[in-house]
Antibody, heavy 119, light 106 residues
Framework: EVQLVESGGVVVQPGGSVRLSCAASGFRFDDYTMHWVRQGPGKGLEWVSLMNWDGGTTKYADSVRGRFTISRDSSKKSLYLEMKSLTTEDSALYYC????????????WGQGTLVTVST | DIQMTQSPSSLSASVGDRVTITCRASQSVGNFLNWYQRKPGKAPEVLIYSASRLSTGVPSRFSGGGSGTDFTLTINILQAEDFATYFCQQGYSIPWTFGQGTKVEI
């Protein structure tokens, strides 16, 4: 059974930092480009970042570039998102998502981890 | 970025109804359009990929259509387990973008 389990969600003050983790199982993690997608309160889903299968390619949404860093550890079958200089606009449910190798979309989703940026 | 406009944002329906949700792209996305279902507390699941291809294990009452800028998701003979939120996503160009979602309620 495919599983993506996110962790690390927390309540943090503006300007703070958070590291999200995503543990993958049930599929060949090293074969997949992995993404982070988020949904803020009352907002639609927003793509955040991606890293390809070998870590050689990373991309970021304009809204997070320079503040967020995506990484992965194949030995641990895990994906990470380091988030710095957080603002209230970063408050969201963050999903770890596996992109399909054969079509342009998301084959696997986690249940999400909640980050709240608040004083 | 490609903007995805989904409608309606919510709808009320009954078991046995036929439901159609539409998704419009701000520019052509070819057939790079996918539909997902999300239920409270559960991970979203893909229903339809590449506009009209049914994902493995998804009941045949779900169908997708369209190409270019206009797409539809149809649920024939709505079942109780279909009450959920549905959203579209374009995979034509990064950043992949999403519709705002349609909540299907009883």
């Amino acid at each position: 059974e495919v599983q993506l389990v996110e962790s690390g969600g927390v309540v943090v003050q503006p300007g703070g930092s958070v590291r999200l983790s995503c543990a993958a199982s049930g599929f060949r993690f090293d074969d997949y480009t992995m993404h982070w997608v988020r949904q803020g309160p009352g907002k639609g889903l927003e793509w955040v970042s991606l890293m390809n299968w070998d870590g050689g390619t990373t991309k970021y949404a304009d809204s997070v570039r320079g503040r967020f860093t995506i990484s992965r550890d194949s030995s641990k079958k895990s994906l990470y998102l380091e988030m710095k200089s957080l603002t209230t606009e970063d408050s969201a449910l963050y999903y770890c998502v596996g992109a399909s190798r054969f079509w342009s979309g998301y084959e696997f989703w986690g249940q999400g981890t909640l980050v709240t940026v608040s004083t | 970025d490609i903007q995805m406009t989904q409608s309606p944002s919510s709808l009320s329906a009954s078991v046995g109804d036929r439901v159609t949700i539409t998704c419009r792209a701000s520019q052509s996305v070819g057939n790079f359009l996918n539909w997902y279902q999300r239920k409270p507390g559960k991970a979203p699941e893909v229903l339809i990929y590449s506009a009209s291809r049914l994902s493995t294990g998804v009941p045949s009452r779900f169908s997708g259509g369209g190409s270019g800028t206009d797409f539809t998701l149809t649920i024939n003979i709505l079942q109780a387990e279909d009450f959920a939120t549905y959203f579209c996503q374009q995979g034509y160009s990064i950043p992949w973008t999403f519709g705002q979602g349609t909540k299907v309620e009883i």
